[in-house]
T-cell receptor, first 113, second 110 residues
Framework: QQPVQSPQAVILREGEDAVINCSSS?????VHWYRQKHGEAPVFLMI?????EQKGHDKISASFNEKKQQSSLYLTASQLSYSGTYFC??????????????FGKGTKLSVIP | GAGVSQSPSNKVTEKGKDVELRCDPI?????LYWYRQSLGQGLEFLIY????????KSGLPSDRFSAERTGGSVSTLTIQRTQQEDSAVYLC????????FGPGTRLTVT
């Protein structure tokens, strides 16, 4: 079952901040964030494994609330290069030992001058 | 190269023909995923391989689709009797913990 992302799309001016949310109906083992630019493959941003974990990559950071089965991606002081579609992928806990990575439908982020 | 590679990069085939898509994962990565992405759409899970375990085939859309992974490394996705709705970009990702995508194969069924 795929995670739900919100918003579906967002337009920012350079320098503005954005938050992209990802939620799942299942208990999660990990959350993965990717950015995909038009015509290219998705590029790995970060993985979060533990409840409450936060990570950062330049001015992009993410949090993972294991109890709520939610993750948020924070983009601060956005740059034109941040434009693209952001996907969250989730791996639920599975007694069968399968670590199926399922993606949300994506959030299209457009940064304008 | 250290990344995931896929071949061919583009494939045009006639409806009804079979196609094989290849994925070379990052060396040492035990997990391998196949996804399909239609134009402007999200990433649709197809199949997942983990080490020597039986693959998770729960995402394969029909029995025309199959995949194998030989020697725990290279994987081949086969689509038999292709249909126009199979047209999409097929992406492979390999994972140790972080997952990295290959450039994809753009399949066009005419």
């Amino acid at each position: 079952q795929q995670p739900v992302q919100s918003p579906q799309a967002v337009i920012l001016r350079e320098g503005e901040d954005a938050v992209i949310n990802c939620s799942s109906s299942k208990a999660l083992y990990s959350v993965h964030w990717y950015r995909q630019k038009h015509g290219e493959a998705p590029v790995f941003l970060m993985i979060l494994l533990k409840g409450g974990e936060q990570k950062g990559h330049d001015k992009i950071s993410a949090s993972f609330n294991e109890k709520k089965q939610q993750s948020s991606l924070y983009l601060t002081a956005s740059q034109l290069s941040y434009s693209g579609t952001y996907f969250c992928g989730t791996v639920p806990y599975s007694g069968a030992g399968s670590y199926q990575l399922t993606f949300g439908k994506g959030t299209k982020l457009s940064v304008i001058p | 190269g250290a990344g995931v590679s896929q071949s061919p990069s583009n494939k045009v085939t006639e409806k009804g023909k079979d196609v094989e898509l290849r994925c070379d994962p990052i060396s040492g990565h035990t997990a391998l995923y196949w996804y399909r992405q239609s134009l402007g759409q999200g990433l649709e899970f197809l199949i997942y391989f983990q080490g020597n375990s039986a693959p998770d085939k729960s995402g394969l859309p029909s029995d025309r689709f199959s995949a194998e992974r030989t020697g725990g490394s290279v994987s081949t996705l086969t689509i038999q009797r292709t249909q126009q709705e199979d047209s999409a970009v097929y992406l492979c990702a390999s994972s140790c913990r972080d997952s990295y995508f290959g450039p994809g194969t753009r399949l066009t069924v005419t």
